[in-house]
C-alpha cells in the first residue's frame, strides 16, 4: 500500500500486560512520529525519529514508554506494565524530511486503538 | 510554550450554511499552522496549511483560513457545508522541533 499502516487496528489488554504497536511508514519517508488521541482530547506528541535516530522523546509521558526504529522504516511503540489512563488512540505519522526550511506533510496511519482494562 | 487553543468542541449547523471553526494559537517565534480532518473511522487528512506568503490560504473540500498574526488565530472557514462535512477538525501548529502541537479538536456536526 501507498500509505501509512499500523497494526494491529485495535488491541485489548490486561492492566500489568505489556503491549506492542507496529507502524509501517511510507517507504521512503526519514522521519517517522508517533502521537496519542485520548478520549475527547486533541493529539499529543509523544516520539519522533529521523533515520533510525530519536532526537525527540520529550512526549513520552513515563519510562513505561519506548519506542525503536530500525533499517530506516518500521517502528515499535512498547508499553510496559500498561495503566488504564494508557487507553488511547495511537497514531504513527511519516514525512519525507524535516524541517522548518523544507516542509514536508507529515501523513497519518490510521491509528491503533488500545484499551486497557 | 506554544500551544494551540480550539474554543469549541462541537459546532451543530444547518447543511448550506456557512461555518466558522475557531483556533488561536501561541508561540513566540514564527510558525506552521494546519488545518487536519478526521471522518469517523478514519485517520487524519491534511485539509490546508499556512507556510509563508498569502494570509488567506485554500485547502480542499472548499475549505479556507485565514492566518491573522496579530490576533494569533486561524480560523477555519467554508461558506456552505455539506452532511459530508460532517468530523471532527484539528486546528496544529509545527514547532521548531518538527513535531505538531495540536488543538483538542472541533466537532463539526452537519444537519439536513
Known amino acids: 500500500g501507498a500509505g501509512v499502516s499500523q497494526s494491529p487496528s485495535n488491541k485489548v489488554t490486561e492492566k500489568g500486560k505489556d503491549v506492542e504497536l507496529r507502524c509501517d511508514p511510507i517507504?521512503?519517508?526519514?522521519?517517522l512520529y508517533w502521537y496519542r488521541q485520548r478520549l475527547g482530547q486533541g493529539l499529543e506528541f509523544l516520539i519522533y525519529?529521523?533515520?533510525?535516530?530519536?532526537?525527540?522523546k520529550s512526549g513520552l509521558p513515563s519510562d513505561r514508554f519506548s519506542a525503536e526504529r530500525t533499517g530506516e522504516s518500521v517502528s515499535t511503540l512498547t508499553i510496559q506494565r500498561t495503566q488504564q489512563e494508557d487507553s488511547a488512540v495511537y497514531l504513527c505519522?511519516?514525512?519525507?524530511?524535516?524541517?522548518?526550511?523544507?516542509?514536508?506533510?507529515?501523513?497519518f496511519g490510521p491509528g491503533t486503538r488500545l484499551t486497557v482494562l | 510554550a506554544q500551544s494551540v487553543t480550539q474554543l469549541d468542541s462541537q459546532v451543530p449547523v444547518f447543511e448550506e450554511a456557512p461555518v466558522e471553526l475557531r483556533c488561536n494559537y501561541s508561540?513566540?517565534?514564527?510558525?506552521?499552522l494546519f488545518w487536519y480532518v478526521q471522518y469517523p473511522n478514519q485517520g487524519l487528512q491534511l485539509l490546508l496549511k499556512?507556510?509563508?506568503?498569502?494570509?488567506l490560504v485554500k485547502g480542499i473540500n472548499g475549505f479556507e483560513a485565514e492566518f491573522n498574526k496579530s490576533q494569533t488565530s486561524f480560523h477555519l472557514r467554508k461558506p456552505s457545508v455539506h452532511i459530508s462535512d460532517t468530523a471532527e477538525y484539528f486546528c496544529?501548529?509545527?514547532?521548531?522541533?518538527?513535531?505538531?502541537?495540536f488543538g483538542s479538536g472541533t466537532r463539526l456536526l452537519v444537519r439536513p
Open positions: 505519522a511519516s514525512s519525507s524530511v524535516t524541517g522548518l526550511a523544507d516542509y514536508n506533510e507529515q501523513f
Open positions: 517507504s521512503g519517508h526519514t522521519a
Open positions: 525519529f529521523q533515520g533510525n535516530s530519536a532526537p525527540d
Open positions: 508561540s513566540s517565534v514564527s510558525v506552521y
Open positions: 499556512y507556510l509563508s506568503g498569502s494570509t
Open positions: 496544529a501548529l509545527m514547532d521548531s522541533s518538527y513535531k505538531l502541537i
